[in-house]
């Protein structure tokens, strides 16, 4: 292979009475062939003999999960899949693939990225988000007394180094982080850095594998909620730090990916949260969105009232983006929203259907129920579901859907993170079933309920795992590209 691309590398002719420039061309040839990583590697074609076009038609069939591979062949190769111009040619014949990013906080709430290709299970880590580092930090000690009177310039460059270490450092998300993604890209929103909220955002480009920092919200927010619509992310809520403590947000506010610019939306009206029958609940209870879930083309945002460690369903709001307005929840889908631990409710979208996790009173197992909405009532479609997570983690489980078809992301009894995929039967959503669980490989879930009929019985069926140590989980997301 070396001597066929050191033959299409060589852009100089030889001749016999120019020994010199003979020479020095073999050089050339040598060093494209060998070692690929001088300036003249960018006359090289990415596969020899080949058009570099035809090159990137074979690239943009290859699965994702080669693409760690190939961006160590060479700079060509890693330049080559970290382009927008394969991913675009991947979207166009059809190739893109699903993969579930999900998020772990560890020891000292460090945060760290998993991405899991569900066609061969493999995990990847993804690079840690940026951590501030600055030079005046390790020259600190360096600076006396004499440095304090030295020329202005000094002076001027110190306190300069003191205020962009405190703006910098208050950016990082510890904490109350929402997370997002639109376009093909990671987001990271907000939380809570050295007990005050923060507004920065972080993005992770797949195809570039690193993090950027992007427009700040117009607000700083911790533990909002977030969605998409028309290829904008909405962020909605969350609270804020006052002088009284943490104070929910009514407030909402979308970012354009395309222009890297946020916009505000109208405010939450809390409807049902002003109809307390006295001044002193109005007071005492807050009202705080607990989730969000795009269903049909709205946010669709349920709600409760609270004053730790207290919680009470409200109901909730729905946003249409094309009249720019909110409106009451439906009282069927928002007071029977099932909630899970810190009133927070925990749904997701497959395939049109709204799917929502209720851990129910049991602390062995829980339901999936989905949204009718023609009758405007939750149904339970799925009787049982393995729970082994039983610590007070802040998200003992996640949902998640790709593949057209719903996942639950949990702990299995030796502590490693499981992605499980239910294969759902076909049943109607109007139908009242209350089907029972077993997870393929593994003993059945249902021996404490009757047995249900084979057409009803749910499998679960093990996609992946992982031993991601004593590091919680926090949240997912499913980028396709």
Same mark, same amino acid.
Request: charged letters at 25%; proline letters at 6%; hydrophobic letters at 35%.
């Given at each position: 292979?070396?001597?066929?691309?050191?033959?299409?590398?060589?852009?100089?002719?030889?001749?016999?009475?120019?020994?010199?420039?003979?020479?020095?061309?073999?050089?050339?040839?040598?060093?494209?062939?060998?070692?690929?990583?001088?300036?003249?590697?960018?006359?090289?074609?990415?596969?020899?003999?080949?058009?570099?076009?035809?090159?990137?038609?074979?690239?943009?069939?290859?699965?994702?999960?080669?693409? +760690? @591979?190939?961006? *160590?062949?060479?700079?060509?190769?890693? !330049?080559?899949?970290? &382009?927008?111009? /394969?991913? =675009? #040619?991947?979207?166009?014949?059809?190739?893109?693939?699903?993969?579930?990013?999900?998020?772990?906080?560890?020891?000292?709430?460090?945060?760290?990225?998993?991405?899991?290709?569900?066609?061969?299970?493999?995990?990847?880590?993804?690079?840690?988000?940026?951590?501030?580092?600055?030079?005046?930090?390790?020259?600190? +000690? @360096?600076?006396? *007394?004499?440095?304090?009177?030295?020329? !202005?310039?000094?002076? &001027?460059?110190? /306190?300069? =180094? #003191?205020?962009?270490?405190?703006?910098?450092?208050?950016?990082?998300?510890?904490?109350?982080?929402?997370?997002?993604?639109?376009?093909?890209?990671?987001?990271?929103?907000?939380?809570?850095?050295?007990?005050?909220?923060?507004?920065?955002?972080?993005?992770?480009?797949?195809?570039?594998?690193?993090?950027?920092?992007? @427009?700040?919200? *117009?607000?700083?927010?911790?533990?909002?909620?977030?969605?998409?619509?028309?290829?904008?992310?909405?962020?909605?809520?969350?609270?804020?730090?006052?002088?009284?403590?943490?104070?929910?947000?009514?407030?909402?506010?979308?970012?354009?990916?395309?222009?890297?610019?946020?916009?505000?939306?109208?405010?939450?009206?809390?409807?049902?949260?002003?109809?307390?029958?006295?001044?002193?609940?109005?007071?005492?209870?807050?009202?705080?969105?607990?989730?969000?879930?795009?269903?049909?083309?709205?946010?669709?945002?349920?709600?409760?009232?609270?004053?730790?460690?207290?919680?009470?369903?409200?109901?909730?709001?729905?946003?249409?983006?094309?009249?720019?307005?909110?409106?009451?929840?439906?009282?069927?889908?928002?007071?029977?929203?099932?909630?899970?631990?810190?009133?927070?409710?925990?749904?997701?979208?497959?395939?049109?259907?709204?799917?929502?996790?209720?851990?129910?009173?049991?602390?062995?197992?829980?339901?999936?129920?989905?949204?009718?909405?023609?009758?405007?009532?939750?149904?339970?479609?799925?009787?049982?579901?393995?729970?082994?997570?039983?610590?007070?983690?802040?998200?003992?489980?996640?949902?998640?859907?790709?593949?057209?078809?719903?996942?639950?992301?949990?702990?299995?009894?030796?502590?490693?993170?499981?992605?499980?995929?239910?294969?759902?039967?076909?049943?109607?959503?109007?139908?009242?079933?209350?089907?029972?669980?077993?997870?393929?490989?593994?003993?059945?879930?249902?021996?404490?309920?009757?047995?249900?009929?084979?057409?009803?019985?749910?499998?679960?069926?093990?996609?992946?795992?992982?031993?991601?140590?004593?590091?919680?989980?926090?949240?997912?997301?499913?980028?396709?590209?």
């Amino acid at each position: 292979m070396g001597s066929v691309m050191s033959l299409s590398c060589s852009k100089r002719k030889a001749t016999s009475q120019d020994v010199e420039s003979s020479n020095e061309s073999r050089k050339r040839r040598k060093t494209c062939s060998e070692t690929d990583d001088d300036a003249d590697d960018e006359y090289c074609r990415l596969i020899p003999s080949l058009p570099d076009e035809l090159s990137i038609q074979i690239l943009a069939r290859l699965p994702r999960i080669c693409y +760690s @591979s190939v961006r *160590l062949v060479s700079r060509r190769w890693r !330049s080559a899949v970290s &382009t927008s111009e /394969v991913y =675009s #040619l991947r979207k166009e014949l059809g190739r893109t693939e699903e993969w579930l990013y999900v998020l772990t906080k560890g020891q000292e709430d460090k945060l760290l990225w998993y991405a899991l290709d569900p066609v061969s299970t493999i995990w990847q880590r993804l690079p840690p988000m940026p951590v501030v580092v600055y030079e005046e930090e390790s020259r600190k +000690s @360096s600076y006396g *007394l004499w440095d304090m009177v030295s020329p !202005s310039f000094r002076v &001027t460059e110190f /306190v300069r =180094s #003191l205020f962009a270490r405190k703006d910098s450092s208050e950016q990082m998300p510890f904490c109350g982080c929402a997370i997002g993604a639109v376009d093909g890209c990671l987001y990271v929103l907000g939380g809570l850095s050295r007990s005050q909220t923060v507004s920065c955002v972080w993005r992770f480009d797949p195809i570039f594998n690193s993090w950027s920092e992007v @427009s700040s919200m *117009l607000a700083s927010r911790a533990y909002s909620k977030t969605g998409v619509l028309n290829k904008k992310l909405y962020v909605v809520g969350g609270v804020d730090r006052g002088r009284g403590g943490l104070s929910p947000l009514q407030s909402a506010e979308v970012y354009d990916p395309s222009t890297d610019a946020w916009s505000e939306v109208p405010s939450m009206p809390f409807s049902k949260a002003q109809v307390l029958p006295n001044a002193f609940l109005a007071d005492l209870l807050k009202p705080i969105a607990t989730g969000m879930t795009c269903y049909n083309g709205r946010l669709c945002v349920p709600q409760s009232l609270y004053s730790w460690p207290f919680f009470v369903d409200v109901g909730g709001e729905v946003y249409d983006p094309e009249t720019n307005l909110w409106v009451e929840m439906p009282s069927g889908m928002g007071e029977g929203w099932p909630a899970r631990q810190a009133g927070t409710k925990l749904s997701v979208v497959v395939d049109g259907e709204l799917y929502a996790f209720d851990p129910s009173s049991s602390m062995e197992n829980g339901k999936i129920k989905v949204y009718d909405q023609k009758e405007d009532t939750w149904k339970v479609v799925i009787g049982e579901v393995p729970i082994y997570d039983l610590t007070d983690s802040e998200s003992p489980y996640l949902l998640a859907g790709f593949h057209g078809k719903l996942h639950f992301i949990t702990r299995d009894p030796n502590r490693n993170v499981t992605v499980l995929r239910a294969d759902v039967p076909n049943i109607p959503v109007s139908s009242p079933s209350s089907s029972s669980s077993s997870v393929s490989g593994s003993r059945s879930l249902s021996e404490k309920a009757n047995a249900p009929d084979k057409s009803d019985t749910v499998i679960w069926k093990l996609i992946a795992t992982k031993d991601f140590g004593a590091a919680e989980l926090v949240s997912c997301q499913v980028i396709d590209i």
